[in-house]
């Protein structure tokens, strides 16, 4: 972008270029905008839309129009809701929405049932929306620095569910039914306010992946034993003892384990 030229110059004519030549891409990002072109709602045919990194503190209703889109990163603005019209993207399968001022998410966001990953790092988020739980595709969610105090009810049904990011929370307990996610690779939970864990965790027998550091934990149950984890950090929690099997656990090399022995 020349000095000439603003965010909203260089916008309309990638929208414009995008008009005529029938892309199905559109990369809107680091533009500096804070209010998107209306000319945008007219691009229907669009399946994916980069807005990242720009200074937008509200969507217009047209961007319902765009109801092609699979993919729309809304990463790094200033969002602080969302409008009702994007409901109708019901082919999204990847929304980016991390690190805005979201303080709360509409109950249409379940009707987005073809979401396999949503992104809301770096919110201001104290709960999910009951119809998260609408969302069985979904394999992947992230949820870091928000302010989550207890682990969000409506996951308990998403048994798709690979990877969950909760780090950077306030979170002080673990349901039992965190067991019942049993397709979990991935669980990051540094950087909360555990005491301890559930039992149920051992169920996660295809977890390979568990952060726990930056907790208050002081012991690990028995049935962590039976997890297939490559990847652990227990660092900077109130250990005095580990468990006999961590020894033994098997770890690739390169991967890690990090211990605090207080």
């Keep these: 972008m020349t000095d000439s030229k ?38 229907t045919h669009l399946t994916a839309l980069d807005l990242n990194h720009n200074q937008l503190t509200a969507l217009p209703e047209s961007l319902g129009n765009l109801t092609g889109l699979t993919w729309i990163n809304l990463n790094w603005n200033r969002l602080t809701a969302l409008p009702g019209s994007m409901r109708n993207l019901t082919r999204l399968d990847q929304l980016g929405l991390a690190s805005n001022q979201l303080t709360a998410l509409p109950e249409w966001l379940g009707d987005l049932t073809a979401l396999t990953w949503i992104n809301l790092g770096a919110n201001q988020l104290t709960a999910l929306p009951e119809s998260t739980g609408n ?37 002080a307990a673990l349901p039992e039914w965190l067991g019942d996610l049993t397709a979990l ?78």
């Excluded at 306010?193 to 027998?205: D, F, I, M, V, Y």
């Design 6 to 43: 603003t965010g909203q110059d260089v916008a309309l004519a990638r929208i414009g270029d995008c008009l005529r030549d029938g892309s199905t891409d559109l990369d809107l990002s680091g533009l500096d905008l804070d209010t998107l072109p209306g000319p945008l709602g007219d691009l």
């Design 135 to 171: 969302l069985t595709a979904l394999s992947r969610i992230t949820l870091y620095d928000n302010r989550f105090t207890a682990f969000p009810g409506p996951l308990e049904n998403l048994t798709a569910l690979s990877r969950i990011e909760l780090d950077g929370n306030g979170l």
């Design 185 to 262: 690779t991935w669980l990051d939970l540094n950087d909360n306010r555990l005491t301890a864990l559930p039992e149920s965790l051992g169920n996660l027998t295809k977890l390979g992946g568990l952060g726990l550091g930056g907790n208050e934990l002081t012991t690990l149950p028995e049935s962590m034993a039976n997890l297939p984890l490559t990847k652990l950090n227990l660092s900077q929690n109130r250990f005095t003892t580990l468990p006999g099997w961590l020894g033994g656990h098997p770890v690739s090399e390169g991967d890690y384990i990090y211990f605090n022995i207080i």
